[in-house]
């Protein structure tokens, strides 16, 4: 079966690091994408691991354990505009399956 | 990345009636995605549209309740048929890119509710 769990909802502060986890049981595992959707718009691509270890890509960095089943996204410097849902998605044989996502709010 | 385009962009429709929406990419795709996403729900993939031949329905979706068109490689419709309160959602469609192929890329979505 598929089964993709990460957080409901995150808070965190304006400038500070924050750490969204995903946790994925999915058949035929390829790789693991991050989604950022803000309220209203289309998710947009964030970044996709395909081998173990941490990708960083400017403010934001994924990373992947597939012998854990296990990833996460690290927002670094965060800013007001982050402010969005956090979707985690795991590429299986013949499918992507979503997480629900995470909401995450940035406070001043 | 590609550009989509889908309409329209919200609608409240009445228990009952059909809803079709358009979906536009600016190049050419083999495939096209449709997915619903329900209040606080993950992306649930609906079918896959291919140019030419019949759409592919995930299970728990069908086409009588979900007709899709896809008359050229820039172009697809999903209609929601007989909609009921449970159809109100937001309908996303997507294509795949990337330098691997697999990154979906979505439209804006069209966010429906039936009274």
């Known amino acids: 079966g598929q089964n993709i769990d990460q957080p409901t909802e995150m808070t965190a502060t304006e400038g500070a690091i924050v750490q969204i986890n995903c946790t994925y049981q999915t058949s035929g595992f390829n790789g693991l994408f991050w989604y950022q959707q803000h309220a209203g718009e289309a998710p947009t691509f964030l970044s996709y691991?395909?081998?173990?270890g941490l990708e960083e890509k400017g403010r934001f960095s994924s990373f992947l354990s597939r012998s854990k089943g296990y990833s996460y996204l690290l927002l670094k410097e965060l800013q007001m505009k982050d402010s969005a849902s956090y979707l985690c998605?795991?590429?299986?044989?013949?499918?992507?399956?979503f997480g629900t996502g995470t909401r995450l709010t940035v406070i001043p | 990345s590609a550009v989509i385009s889908q309409k329209p962009s919200r609608d409240i429709c009445q228990r009952g009636t059909s809803l079709t929406i358009q979906c536009q990419v600016d190049s050419q795709v083999t495939m096209m995605f449709w997915y619903r996403q329900q209040p606080g729900q993950s992306l649930t993939l609906i079918a896959t549209?291919?140019?030419?031949?019949?759409?592919?329905?995930e299970s728990g979706f069908v086409i009588d309740k979900f007709p899709i068109s896809r008359p050229n490689l820039t172009f697809s419709t999903l209609t929601v048929s007989n909609m009921s309160p449970e159809d109100s959602s937001i309908y996303l469609c997507?294509?795949?890119?990337?330098?691997?192929?697999?990154?979906?890329?979505f439209g804006a979505g069209t966010r429906l509710s039936v009274l």
């Open positions: 997507s294509v795949e890119g990337g330098h691997r192929g697999n990154i979906q890329y």
């Open positions: 691991n395909v081998l173990d």
């Open positions: 998605a795991a590429e299986g044989a013949n499918n992507l399956f």
């Open positions: 549209a291919n140019q030419g031949s019949e759409a592919t329905y």
